[in-house]
């Protein structure tokens, strides 16, 4: 079995390609995150004001990544 504690997920913007973050797990903050970067990468595509977690995934790939 993988080790879980040594895997972190890498977020990417699909619109961008940028690397937003690297997290063990995606909670409230991250998730903050990834709306406000969103709402500024993706003006054409504005989430709503309370977006679904699904409409915040959506726009973003997530990678598992082993940490070096
Ligand atoms: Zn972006």
């Keep these: ?3 879980e504690s040594s895997r972190v997920f890498e977020v990417v ?10 997290v063990e797990r995606l909670r409230d ?7 406000a970067h969103l709402r500024a990468c993706c003006p ?4 709503g004001d ?5 409409e915040v995934m959506a726009p973003v790939r997530v990678a598992a990544v082993e940490r070096a």
């Design 44 to 47: 054409s595509e504005p989430l």
């Design 1 to 3: 079995m993988p080790d």
């Design 13 to 22: 913007c699909k619109g961008c390609s940028r690397s937003l973050m690297m």
């Design 29 to 35: 903050p991250e998730i903050g995150v990834l709306e």
């Design 50 to 54: 309370a977006p679904m977690l699904g």
